[in-house]
Every structure is written in structure tokens, then in C-alpha cells.
């Protein structure tokens, strides 16, 4: 079982960045693959971005590639997701997953944060 905190969240203008953070408790952080999800008002939860335990493979989704980084510190369990140049269309209620399978974690993880709301103004 694993539990997961995400903060970083707010309101931001086109064209900001914003570094979001996922906090991971219970066990051991290095078992589990990352990744993020978003939702947008009237849309289903869509992939953003996972990484594995030993940060060697990355995916993104095509629309974040090149403006958003997921990365991870393994030493204080967390999963950060840095998104540079945001759009109004990034806009979202943003959910941190994890799973033990990088394969899984994109798709349906095992487990889910309480997910932090971005805003973007245009």
C-alpha cells in the first residue's frame, strides 16, 4: 500500500512555469513506477507522464512533450513534474499514480493521489 500527497498547484498565466510535487508514504518508493494524470472540466483523466523507479525511462504524452519533465528524487520519495510554458489548455485537476509496473502506471495504476487543481489564465 502506498499513499500519495501532491502540492504545487495554483493559478498561473500562459506562458508560466509550475513545478508540481508528489509525496509517496508507505512502501519502499523504489518498488514503483510514476506517473501523472490530468482532468479537465467535462473530460476523462488523460496520461501526462510517467517515469520508472530507476529514472532510465520516461514517457510523455504528446501534447506536454517538450514543455513539461517529469523527474524523481528517490531519497525523499517524491515525483516532481515541472511544466514550463504553460496554455490555458493545460488547465486541469493534475493526479499523481503509482504502480509497481512502468507499463501499468500510464494506463491504469494501482494508485492514486487526492490530485492538486492548476489553472492557467490566458
Known amino acids: 500500500q502506498v499513499q500519495l500527497v501532491e502540492s504545487g498547484g495554483g493559478l498561473v498565466q500562459a506562458g508560466d512555469s509550475l513545478t508540481l510535487s508528489c509525496a509517496a508514504f508507505?512502501?519502499?518508493?523504489?518498488?514503483?513506477?510514476m506517473g501523472w494524470f490530468r482532468q479537465a472540466p467535462g473530460k476523462e483523466r488523460a496520461f501526462v507522464a510517467a517515469?520508472?523507479?530507476?529514472?532510465?525511462?520516461?514517457r510523455y504524452t504528446d501534447s506536454v512533450r517538450g514543455r513539461f519533465t517529469i523527474s524523481r528524487d528517490n531519497a525523499k520519495n517524491t515525483v516532481y513534474l515541472q511544466m514550463n510554458s504553460l496554455e490555458p489548455e493545460d488547465a486541469a485537476v493534475y493526479f499523481c499514480a503509482a504502480d509497481p509496473s512502468m507499463t501499468v502506471v500510464g494506463t491504469k495504476p494501482g494508485y492514486w493521489g487526492q490530485g492538486v487543481q492548476v489553472t492557467v489564465s490566458s
Open positions: 508507505g512502501r519502499p518508493f523504489g518498488e514503483y513506477a
Open positions: 517515469i520508472n523507479w530507476s529514472r532510465s525511462n520516461t
